[in-house]
């Protein structure tokens, strides 16, 4: 191994939803070349998240190496990339890696694995096998994945260690990125690691996906105790890979992937896994609140609630617009709420206008109107008699959670009272996953009766301080990423899968 290792750094990730339309450049919240990649990274409240930044600690902590960053282009989950921006962005890394060639020792990749382009369905695995061509087979190449990625043969068969995350929410990104340091070092070092697959025909919801607990949860552990057991070398990494089904890809479903040195081991504890996640898969099921009956509890209940708007996220895809849940509660009187965050730059620009203090006719997907409420995006106009209450600039730094210590950017940001409810108006769409989104504009979450986030999970790791897991309430409402699958109309997805088609099969032969 060479004194003061070459490691080119590179990362592409973005979830995307087959059903929201197509996003170009303005959708990569985190755009970062050469050495901005090294600044992010090492900075105290960086725009990437965390595995880069993970990575790159422990690889200053291990010893001398030179970072050789490319291109780290990192989205709020959307629709397909526009192919010919991810030509370009492919174009952008095969340069850095040709120019590279013969010089580069190792290669780390921050991914995703739920990526889409408009004309490709594997983009991750395209970048892995560009990594090849470029390379060859003797350079070794890690990779990181959410573990919301729909896991392809490509993806498996070009990295020599591939590490999911084992957190959703998502609270280990920084200690995967860490620990990728740790395996590319070991690569470096001369070990060579087989890596295990198995795909099962289900296609989860993504609320039956939470890792504290149910049978996601008890699949991971399971992975980790008997990673325990074997050790590190025969074993050095299981990820159990949960996928997105809004992918809408020819392989999508549960994966597990083990990677190690010891090959039978790894193969049989793929097997294994596959044989806990597939036992299970009566439990990967969602059920949901209707809205009449959330309203009811809004209005009744003794102790404060979280409703979570689960199929209007802005994390898988989402507008962060869809007004079902806030018609319903204004509608209703519900009083002492505060919703969070919805995605509105015109009303927000308005609300600045007019200056805090001012009363005006706030209208919700003013673009929408006169489109009789038929938008294809379930983003329909509604006006209400408001106050501004508090504006801002957006700038917050995460607080708790998956944005933690992450500098995030609302943009004009607004908060508007109606009735007794008080709105927070966004301009660039986020999921509500932190606290600091509405503690920022000098909101009391502690003093609210109803708190509505347009979030599916991740708003349980920075809300968990305010409200338990018994005090969530996952709402039924319409949306781009409703968990109640079969509302969508599947294109690309292997039949027959579960939940889906209730008669399918599978045998881990
Ligand atoms: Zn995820």
Redo the contacts with the bound molecule.
């Keep these: 191994m060479r004194e003061n290792p070459r490691i080119a750094l590179l990362g592409f990730s973005i979830?995307c939803n087959r059903f929201v339309p197509p996003v170009g450049r303005e959708g990569f919240r985190c755009w970062l070349e050469g050495e901005e990649i090294l600044r992010d990274a090492r900075a105290v409240a960086p725009v990437a998240l965390a595995e880069m930044p993970g990575f790159v600690a422990e690889m200053d902590a291990a010893g001398p190496w030179r970072p050789c960053p490319i291109l780290l282009a990192m989205a709020e989950p959307n629709g397909p990339v526009e192919q010919p921006l991810f030509d370009a962005m492919l174009a952008q890394w095969r340069a850095g890696l040709e120019a590279l060639r013969g010089a580069v020792d190792g290669v780390y990749c921050v991914m995703?694995g739920a990526g889409l382009a408009t004309g490709m369905d594997d983009p991750e695995g395209t970048i892995q096998a560009m990594i090849r061509e470029v390379l060859g087979e003797g350079v070794p190449l890690v990779c990181s994945y959410?573990?919301?990625a729909n896991v392809s043969d490509e993806m498996v068969r070009h990295c020599d260690a591939f590490v999911g995350?084992r957190t959703?929410p998502?609270l280990d990104m920084r200690e995967r990125g860490a620990e990728s340091a740790r395996l590319l070092r070991r690569l470096l070092a001369g070990e060579r690691f087989h890596r295990a697959f198995r795909r099962l025909p289900i296609v989860a919801p993504t609320v039956s996906l939470l890792t504290a607990h149910g049978p996601y949860a008890e699949v991971i552990d399971l992975g980790q105790e008997r990673l325990a057991a074997l050790g590190p070398g025969r074993v050095v990494n299981v990820s159990a890979m949960a996928g997105?089904a809004y992918g809408d890809t020819p392989f999508n479903g549960f994966a597990i992937v083990v990677t190690g040195a010891d090959a039978a081991a790894c193969e049989a504890l793929a097997r294994e896994l596959a044989e806990a996640a597939w036992a299970r898969r009566g439990r990967f099921v969602a059920r949901l609140t209707p809205l009449a009956e959330a309203v009811e509890r809004a209005l009744t209940s003794e102790v404060p609630l979280a409703f979570a708007d689960v199929a209007d996220n802005p994390?898988g895809g989402g507008g962060g617009n869809t007004m079902f849940i806030l018609r319903a509660f204004h509608e209703a009187g519900v009083r002492d709420a505060i919703f969070g965050v919805i995605h509105d730059p015109a009303l927000a620009a308005e609300a600045h206008a007019l200056g805090r203090g001012a009363r005006f006719t706030a209208r919700f997907n003013r673009d929408r109107e006169g489109h009789d409420g038929a938008a294809a995006d379930f983003a329909h106009p509604f006006a209400a008699e408001a106050e501004v209450v508090a504006l801002s600039d957006g700038r917050v730094t995460g607080r708790r959670g998956i944005f933690a210590r992450t500098a995030m950017r609302l943009g004009p940001t607004a908060a508007l009272r109606m009735g007794g409810i008080t709105v927070v108006v966004i301009s660039r769409r986020t999921q509500c996953a932190d606290p600091a989104f509405l503690e920022h504009l000098g909101l009391d979450i502690g003093a609210a009766r109803a708190v509505v986030v347009k979030s599916r999970g991740h708003f349980r790791g920075g809300f968990d301080e305010f409200f338990s897991n018994g005090r969530i309430v996952e709402v039924d409402a319409p949306g781009l990423t409703s968990p109640i699958l079969d509302r969508f109309h599947w294109t690309r997805l292997p039949r027959p899968v579960l939940p889906l088609d209730p008669e399918t099969r599978w045998s881990p032969a």
């Design positions: 979830e995703h959410d573990l919301h995350y959703n998502h997105f994390g």
